[in-house]
């Protein structure tokens, strides 16, 4: 599988300010990078998919211009939660797809809690 | 639309086995996957099906018929720290994870 790693795993932040999430393939040359939103008590929720040297594709209702995904190289994509309001707070993951089935190893998570 | 279904909670004894069932409905079919989520972490890999048929690997085994749109979760010898939820997720036509719910799955003593 693939070990990916995610920083910060905590951050708090006040309501307006922009916070940036760092997401790290440290064994696995990442084209694609996928991140996820979990509300409590939910299924995982796919925001984009991050792709090396291009824009990321983004899901229907997620905005573009508030959730800034930037895959500047094949071990590194981060995303910036801009002008971030107490409805953002959430757990966000990352991930990649790789291994025989193609499944999905995740980074450790980003809890954000925006006051 | 698509959609999966698993229980929201079930509640097993230590020692015990207990199965937990996914049913899907999607736009195509490309395999199945189970991960476990611990509360507060990300999930983890725990099985891929798309034949059909039972695929054991330890305590654990997924069971997959395509026909009835059904997978299970089957988890022997439940220990304290299987608590947590299990996520069935499905890959479709486009490569797709469609996922269900999750679920939350509580051990006694």
């Known amino acids: 599988g693939a070990v990916v790693s995610q920083h910060p795993s905590w951050v708090i932040c006040k309501s307006g300010t922009s916070v940036k999430i760092e997401c790290r393939s440290l064994?696995?040359?990442?084209?694609?990078m996928f991140w996820y939103r979990q509300f409590p008590k939910q299924s995982l929720m796919l925001m984009a998919t991050?792709?090396?040297?291009?824009?990321?594709?983004?899901e229907q209702g997620v905005e573009k211009d508030k959730f800034l995904i930037n895959h500047a190289s094949l071990t590194l994509s981060t995303l910036t939660v801009t002008s971030a309001h107490p409805e953002d707070s959430s757990f966000y993951i990352c991930?990649?797809?790789?291994?025989?089935?193609?499944?999905?190893?995740f980074g450790e998570g980003s809890r954000l809690t925006v006051l | 639309g698509q959609n999966i279904d698993q229980p929201t909670e079930m509640t097993a004894t230590e020692g015990a086995i207990v199965q937990i069932n996914c049913t899907y409905q999607?736009?195509?079919?490309?395999?199945l996957f189970w991960y476990q989520q611990h509360a507060g972490e990300a999930p983890t890999f725990l099985s891929y099906?798309?034949l059909d048929g039972l695929e054991e690997k330890g305590r654990f085994s997924s069971f997959l018929s395509r026909s009835k749109g059904y997978s299970y979760l089957l988890l022997k010898e439940l220990q304290m720290k299987d608590s947590a939820s299990y996520l069935c997720?499905?890959?479709?036509?486009?490569?797709?994870?469609?996922w269900g719910a999750g679920t939350k799955l509580i051990i006694k003593p």
């Open positions: 997720a499905v890959l479709d036509s486009n490569y797709q994870l469609i």
């Open positions: 991050s792709n090396e040297g291009s824009k990321a594709t983004y």
């Open positions: 991930s990649v797809r790789t291994g025989e089935a193609g499944e999905l190893f």
């Open positions: 999607t736009s195509g079919f490309n395999g």
């Open positions: 099906n798309v």
């Open positions: 064994d696995f040359q990442a084209t694609t």
